[in-house]
């Protein structure tokens, strides 16, 4: 557990594999370990670190309350400190929240990234953001099932019910796995409440394209299906200097645990030959 500049602590995961490291960041909800399938045809290239973003998988809350998504970046750039990841050495791979803030880490230190590959960032343009307390997602997040009986009834309910019916049933496993921690009565609940989620939703209006402007690094950005979020990933491509686009048209936001191998070898590829 590292040290958060949020009063808390930040879990950091060695998800395996021989070589220089890379940063794996989560989408909200999330945490390092329910992406199994997708990361561990990276573990052939590199050995992967995953830390769970504020109050995600095994990290704490913030005890200063700050969700904000640039905080959240300033504890990224505490990972690549902890794994000795110096300037123009950061190669990253992140997923929605995990991309963007990975980017706005990059702008808080100039130069961080070398190359990266990010499924749909979440990021805005200026002036478009929700304001406070007003994105859709949290009141979703705030009614959201904590509870179930077991990961057995988590993983029956979920294969029925969007997104997570478009998931391969082995990333659904996993993230039925690892999302949930186990009760003293022998139910699950999710390890981000459904507080924390929202709180996490409302930090991303400090997510803007403005912001990232000056990096310089090769990135590639995937692309599913419009889903009525938003043109997801748009706003970063715009501004970014060397940026490449692939489009998903069969995936949604829930890409890496749709086609987990697919996006595993384009990250690789942009990551290795970009």
């Not at 959240?72 to 690549?80: I, P, Q, R, S, Y």
């Not at 904590?146 to 391969?168: G, H, I, M, N, W």
């Not at 409440?193 to 939703?201: I, K």
Request: aromatic share 8%; charged share 20%.
């Amino acid at each position: 557990m590292l040290a958060s500049s949020g009063g808390g602590e930040i879990a950091l995961h060695n998800l395996g594999g021989q070589g220089p490291p890379l940063l794996f960041v989560h989408a909200t909800g999330f945490n390092a370990r329910t992406y199994g399938p997708f990361v561990e045809p990276l573990l052939t290239h590199f050995s992967v670190w995953g830390p769970d973003l504020r109050a995600h998988g095994w990290s704490t809350q913030p005890a200063n309350g700050d969700y904000e998504w640039t905080s959240l970046a300033d504890d990224l750039l505490m990972v690549a400190d902890h794994l000795g990841i110096g300037s123009g050495e950061l190669d990253c791979v992140g997923h929605s929240i995990g991309a963007a803030t990975l980017l706005l880490a990059d702008a808080l230190r100039p130069g961080l990234i070398r190359r990266m590959y990010g499924y749909e960032p979440v990021m805005w343009r200026p002036g478009e953001a929700f304001p406070p307390g007003e994105n859709p997602l949290i009141a979703g997040a705030r009614k959201r099932r904590e509870v179930f009986e077991s990961r057995a009834e988590v993983f029956e309910r979920f294969t029925t019910r969007p997104p997570f019916s478009q998931c391969r049933a082995d990333a659904l496993h996993s993230y039925v796995t690892h999302a949930f921690e186990d009760l003293e009565d022998g139910t699950v609940r999710l390890r981000c409440r459904r507080e924390d989620e929202a709180q996490t939703y409302d930090g991303e209006r400090v997510s803007t394209n403005d912001r990232i402007a000056g990096c310089e690094a090769k990135i590639v950005l995937g692309k599913g299906m419009d889903q009525g979020y938003g043109n997801l990933g748009a706003p970063a491509a715009e501004v970014l200097a060397n940026v490449k686009t692939i489009s998903y048209p069969d995936l949604g936001h829930f890409g890496p645990l749709e086609a987990p191998t697919r996006l595993a070898v384009d990250a690789l590829d942009a990551l290795l030959h970009s």
